[in-house]
């Protein structure tokens, strides 16, 4: 049986806090999810040269960015390896529009209710308004000529930690594997977030509270459970959204699993 207290791998990339390899998990069938071929992580933006060397040694082919337009041209991915594929896929949810999320948290506007209120409408979002998009990313999955590839947002946890779910449900997870991964979040990017909460007090002019930062830096079992409830309510249950919303019939998810277990 697998220890899920040893899971996520994450790497110690200069660049980023919440880069990790989804490998290890187990699948269905006393399956596991193949290491070294799927990455989640946050943005790209502030890869150093040694990173730029790791991404070379995981032999990464494919980049998958979730994020909306306007992120991506604050903080473009850094990736100095033109052979690597960099496909954008933006999940423009209003309840995870990053440079509002700031403006409310500097002005002191959006508090830890709020912000809990606003990643909550996120996920249903995501099932609602962006599955589309979810569908492609999991179309890209199906090619086996994309891995090692990685995906991410700009904190890597809630449009790539939906992403996650979806791929690791897609290849026969449990939902305690699945909750495991998304709330990983939580430890793998603790020691960032502890120093911007630290940092405040030498910032006199950010109004935003501890608390509301580490809401909006963090994640919950809720926020990802409203998207599970919102595809039970549209759809009836998690395999019928995969297939009607996402594409992925019984052939398909075969394939997948072939692709991400052994």
Request: with cysteine; glycine share 4%; hydrophobic share 40%.
């Given at each position: 049986m697998t220890n899920l207290a040893v899971l996520p791998i994450k790497l110690d990339l200069e660049g980023t806090n919440n880069f990790r390899d989804m490998g290890g998990y187990p699948c269905s069938d006393r399956t596991h999810l193949r290491q070294g071929i799927l990455f989640r992580s946050d943005h790209l933006g502030k890869l150093t040269d040694k990173d730029q060397q790791k991404l070379t040694e995981l032999g990464i082919k494919t980049i998958v960015d979730l994020r909306r337009e306007q992120e991506r041209s604050e903080t473009p991915d850094r990736i100095d390896d033109p052979a690597i594929k960099q496909l954008w896929l933006p999940v423009s949810a209003e309840g995870a529009d990053v440079h509002k999320l700031r403006l409310g948290l500097e002005s002191g506007e959006i508090t830890a209710d709020l912000a809990r209120q606003h990643l909550l409408e996120a996920n249903r979002e995501f099932v609602r308004d962006f599955s589309h998009i979810y569908r492609n990313f999991l179309q890209l999955l199906l090619d086996e000529d994309n891995y090692p590839l990685v995906f991410h947002c700009t904190a890597g946890k809630d449009r790539a930690g939906f992403a996650a779910a979806l791929s690791l449900m897609v290849a026969g997870a449990s939902l305690e594997t699945v909750f495991h991964d998304y709330?990983?979040?939580?430890?793998?990017?603790?020691?960032?977030?502890?120093?911007?909460?630290?940092?405040?007090?030498?910032?006199?002019?950010?109004?935003?509270?501890?608390?509301?930062?580490?809401?909006?830096?963090?994640?919950?079992?809720?926020?990802?459970?409203?998207?599970?409830?919102?595809?039970?309510?549209?759809?009836?249950?998690?395999?019928?959204?995969?297939?009607k919303a996402l594409g992925i019939d019984a052939e398909k998810r075969e394939k997948l699993r072939s692709i991400l277990c052994e």
């Open positions: 709330l990983a979040t939580n430890h793998c990017t603790a020691n960032y977030v502890n120093g911007l909460i630290d940092g405040l007090a030498d910032m006199p002019e950010m109004k935003a509270s501890p608390e509301a930062v580490r809401t909006l830096m963090q994640v919950e079992a809720d926020f990802l459970q409203s998207a599970l409830d919102t595809i039970n309510e549209q759809y009836g249950n998690v395999e019928r959204y995969l297939k």
